[in-house]
C-alpha cells in the first residue's frame, strides 16, 4: 500500500484561529441585510485551510472560533427584546456544534491523503468528503436538539444569487454541499500545484460549471391565483402595548381598500387574529362577515385551544361556516413557544423562562389547504426553515405557498429579511410561488424563479393584490430531497471512517514488524498544531 506523510498545517494554530475569526465574520456578510452572496466562499475557504493539519483538539478550537464569530452575529437579533441571555445561549449552542462538527473535516484532512495519496484522492475524494461533512454538520446543527435551528445554512446564502437556481435540482444541503466542494477542490488544485498537468483542475472546473450553468428545473404552469395579502402592523410583538383585538383590528383597517375587489382568497400573516374565531363568538362573527364582503374564504392565523392543548394554527375561515381546514405549527419555536425541560432550565433564568406560559403542541397534519381545487401549501414563521414542512406541502399538492409569519419581536433587526431569503430559496427550490406574508413587514409575492411580484415594506401598514402564478410538477429537491441530505451527510460519514481504518492499517504497516519504528508518531499527539 502506498504511504503518505500526515499533511502538515497550512497555517499555524495562531493564524489559523484568526482566519477562522475572519471567516466566521465574512459568512455574516452573505446573508440579508448585506446579502453579499460571494463572501460565501472566501468564507468557506477560511474555514476550510484553518483545519489542514490540526489535530482534534486544534480543530475543535478553530470551529469554535468560526462558529463563535458567524452565530454571535447573525443571531444577534434575538436579544432584541429578551436582552444577551437567548442571544449567548443559542449562539453558544450552534458554535459548540459547529466546534464538534469541524473535528470530522479534520480527520478528513489526515486521514484521506494517507490511503488515496494519489491526484484522485486528493483532488476528487478528499473535496467530496469534506463537502459531505460540511453539510452533515449543517443538518445536525438544523436538527438537535429539540428540533434543531437551521438557520445559517450556507445555501441560503445564495437566495439573490445566479447560482441560486441550483436548489430546485438539489434542495438547499445540495447547494451548500457544492459550494463547499468548489471551496474544497480549488484549495486541493493549489495545494497539490500540477498547474502544468490541465486535468487536474477537471474536478474544479466541473463543479463551478455545474454552479454556473445548470438551469433552474422546469415546473409547470396551471393558471393564477388572485390573491389578496394584508399587513396590518398592528401592536403584535411580545411586549407590545396593546388593548384586546388590537392586532384585529389593524388588519381589518388595512384590509379596507380591498373589499370591493375581486380575489379567491385573502391571507393575512401569523397572529393577525388576537383571540381563537374557534371559541371566540365575537371574532368569529367578524370573519364571517369579512369573507362574506370580499366574497371569498380567508386564510388566517390564531392561537386555537383543543383538548387542553395550545396550537399555533393557520385557519381556511369561510363566511358562516367557520374554520373549513385546519393547520397547526409543525416546529414551535423552543424556549420562544413552548420551554422544554422547564423544570430544568428555569432555575437558570426564572424571569424569561416565566414568560412563556403557554406550550404549544406540534402539529400533525400535512402543511396544505385546498383552496376551490388549489393546493396552497403553508408554513407558519419558522416553519420555513425546515424541508420537511416545505417538501411534504409539495408532496399534497401545493401549487402555490402560502407563508404566514409574525417578526414583530424583530423589528429593527435584520432578521426579517434572513427569512424572507429561505422564502424565496423555497419558491426557487419547489418551483413554485410564494406569498410571505408578515405582520409587520417585509411581505414580499415571490414567482417561481425567485423574482419579486409585489411586496410591502417593513412597519408599513398595507396590502398587495396579485394574480399568482401557479405551478405543477415536482422539482427532483422535492423528489430525491431527503436522499440527497443522507446520501451526502452519513454517506460523507461512512467514508471517514472507513478511510479512518484503512489509514490505521497504513500506520501499523509502518511502524510493525520490519518497518520504520522511526517514523514520527500520526498527526494530533502531542502539541496541538
Not at 475569526?21 to 485551510?49: E, H, K, S, Y
Not at 389578496?228 to 381598500?257: K, S
Request: hydrophobic content about 50%; some cysteine; proline content about 8%.
Amino acid at each position: 500500500m502506498s504511504r503518505a506523510a500526515a499533511p502538515r498545517p497550512i497555517l499555524p494554530l495562531w493564524a489559523a484561529v484568526l482566519a477562522s475569526l475572519a471567516g466566521g465574520l465574512l459568512l455574516t456578510l452573505a446573508f440579508p441585510a448585506l446579502g453579499w452572496w460571494p463572501m460565501a466562499f472566501p468564507a468557506v475557504v477560511l474555514a476550510l485551510i484553518s483545519l489542514v493539519g490540526r489535530s482534534i483538539g486544534a480543530a475543535a478550537l478553530v470551529g469554535f472560533v468560526f462558529g463563535a464569530a458567524f452565530f454571535l452575529v447573525n443571531l444577534f437579533f434575538t436579544a432584541r427584546y429578551l436582552g444577551p441571555v437567548p442571544w449567548i445561549a443559542l449562539s453558544m449552542l450552534e458554535t459548540a456544534l459547529t466546534a464538534v462538527g469541524a473535528i470530522p473535516i479534520a480527520l478528513a484532512y489526515r486521514w484521506i491523503p494517507r490511503v488515496l495519496p494519489g491526484l484522485t484522492g486528493r483532488l476528487l475524494v478528499l473535496p467530496l468528503v469534506v463537502a459531505g461533512l460540511w453539510t452533515l454538520r449543517e443538518q445536525i446543527v438544523g436538527s438537535w436538539p429539540y428540533g434543531g435551528f437551521p438557520w445559517g445554512r450556507i445555501g441560503i446564502t445564495q437566495a439573490g444569487s445566479p447560482l441560486a437556481h441550483l436548489a430546485s435540482w438539489v434542495g438547499v444541503s445540495g447547494l451548500t454541499f457544492l459550494m463547499v466542494l468548489l471551496c474544497a477542490a480549488s484549495i486541493e488544485y493549489v495545494r497539490v500545484a500540477r498547474f502544468r498537468r490541465p486535468l487536474t483542475v477537471l474536478p474544479t472546473a466541473i463543479v463551478a460549471v455545474l454552479l454556473v450553468l445548470v438551469p433552474q428545473f422546469p415546473t409547470t404552469p396551471a393558471g393564477t391565483l388572485r390573491v389578496g395579502a394584508v399587513q396590518g402592523n398592528g401592536p403584535a410583538g411580545y411586549f407590545d402595548a396593546r388593548t384586546p383585538n388590537a392586532v384585529l383590528r389593524a388588519q381589518l383597517a388595512a384590509t379596507a381598500p380591498l373589499l370591493d375587489e375581486d380575489m379567491d382568497v385573502l391571507l393575512w400573516p401569523e397572529g393577525g387574529v388576537d383571540s381563537d374565531p374557534t371559541s371566540n363568538a365575537e371574532t368569529a362573527a367578524v370573519l364571517d362577515s369579512l369573507a362574506e364582503r370580499i366574497g371569498a374564504p380567508l386564510l388566517v392565523s390564531a392561537v386555537t385551544a383543543r383538548d387542553d392543548e395550545y396550537f399555533n394554527s393557520a385557519l381556511l375561515w369561510r363566511a358562516h361556516e367557520g374554520a373549513v381546514q385546519t393547520y397547526d405549527k409543525r416546529h414551535p419555536v423552543p424556549f420562544g413557544e413552548y420551554v422544554p425541560d422547564r423544570a430544568f432550565f428555569e432555575p437558570f433564568a426564572p424571569d424569561l423562562i416565566g414568560l412563556i406560559q403557554r406550550e404549544y403542541t406540534p402539529g400533525t397534519s400535512a402543511p396544505f389547504f385546498d383552496i376551490d381545487g388549489v393546493g396552497v401549501g403553508l408554513a407558519i414563521c419558522f416553519d420555513v426553515i425546515y424541508d420537511d414542512v416545505i417538501w411534504d406541502g409539495a408532496h399534497a399538492g401545493a401549487q402555490i405557498y402560502m407563508f404566514q409569519t409574525n417578526n414583530a419581536d424583530f423589528r429593527g433587526t435584520d432578521e426579517n429579511l434572513q427569512q424572507l431569503a429561505f422564502a424565496r430559496m423555497r419558491a426557487i427550490e419547489t418551483g413554485r410561488s410564494v406569498v410571505n406574508l408578515s405582520t409587520v413587514g417585509t411581505s414580499q409575492v415571490i414567482a417561481p424563479d425567485g423574482s419579486t411580484i409585489d411586496g410591502l415594506a417593513a412597519d408599513e401598514a398595507g396590502h398587495m393584490l396579485s394574480d399568482v402564478p401557479l405551478r405543477t410538477g415536482l422539482t427532483p429537491a422535492v423528489i430525491v430531497g431527503e436522499w440527497v441530505k443522507s446520501i451526502l451527510g452519513w454517506g460523507s460519514l461512512l467514508a471517514l471512517i472507513g478511510a479512518g481504518v484503512l489509514a490505521g492499517r497504513v500506520t501499523r504497516d509502518r511502524n510493525g514488524p520490519g518497518g520504520d519504528t522511526k517514523t514520527p508518531a500520526p498527526e494530533g499527539t502531542g502539541v496541538p498544531r
